[in-house]
């Protein structure tokens, strides 16, 4: 079955970069798009990247996203990390159209 | 703008079946172009993607829970729904749903309902 890995957390000063990574588990990653959704505690997710760097309108350009092939992996930059940045991330993509989230990451403003 | 609300019980015994259904409105749920998804969180847990139907009808569903589920559309209510057979409190959860376009982009969600499964 088709995964897609990142870290548990990540945390960062205000101000700083994080990068969060989305590792495929088999196949390419680049075959198929990649969102990334925001969640906060009690609410539905959010998208903040889709179709692996696209930003919906009201999304600020801190957030980016990119495809590494090589890696097999997806990445989302939260660049001038703000405290409302804090919050649960997961990647998401598809493989033979059984859609997969991924493990989610918790950011930490600290 | 489209909004998605989900509805049923928020409590279900164990081996009985959770039925819910979500009510779309600002948007025909017979447009060509979406695709309408069940997706599911526990407490304190990850995102799990449960299913989808097109409005024609056809249906693709996560293998680890094929066999228990079935999700359903009535386009003349503007409506889909669920169904998961012989809960267990393993599938208690909050249950969203949510619209999807082909490329995979989940861009509109309910705001989701807690789901119990407990005696």
């Known amino acids: 079955n088709f995964m897609l890995t990142q870290p548990h957390s990540v945390s960062e000063s205000p101000g700083k970069t994080v990068t969060i990574s989305c590792t495929g588990s088999?196949?390419?990653?680049?075959?198929?798009?990649v969102q990334w959704y925001q969640q906060r505690p009690g609410s539905a997710p959010t998208t903040v990247i889709y179709?692996?760097?696209?930003?919906p309108s009201g999304v600020p350009d801190r957030f980016s996203g990119s495809i590494d092939s090589s890696s097999n992996s997806a990445s989302l930059t939260i660049s001038g990390l703000k405290t409302e940045d804090e919050a649960d991330y997961y990647c998401?993509?598809?493989?033979?159209?059984?859609?997969?989230f991924g493990t989610g990451t918790k950011v930490t403003v600290l | 703008q489209v909004q998605l609300q989900e509805s049923g019980p928020g409590l279900v015994k164990p081996s009985q079946t959770l039925s819910l259904t979500c009510t779309v409105s600002?948007?025909?749920?017979?447009?060509?172009?979406?695709?309408w998804s069940w997706i599911r969180q526990p407490p304190g847990k990850g995102l799990e993607w449960i299913g989808y139907?097109?409005?024609?009808?056809?249906?693709y569903y996560n293998p680890s829970l094929k066999s228990r589920v079935t999700i359903s559309v009535d386009t003349s209510k503007n409506q889909f729904s669920l169904k998961l057979s012989s809960v267990t409190a393993a599938d208690t959860a909050v249950y969203y749903c949510?619209?999807?376009?082909?490329?995979?982009?989940?861009?509109?969600w309910g705001q989701g309902t807690l789901v119990t499964v407990s005696s």
């Open positions: 600002g948007g025909s749920i017979s447009s060509g172009d979406y695709y």
């Open positions: 139907i097109y409005y024609s009808g056809s249906t």
């Open positions: 998401q993509s598809y493989d033979s159209s059984n859609h997969v």
């Open positions: 088999s196949g390419s990653i680049a075959s198929n798009y």
């Open positions: 179709e692996d760097n696209q930003r």
């Open positions: 949510a619209r999807s376009k082909s490329s995979g982009w989940y861009e509109s």
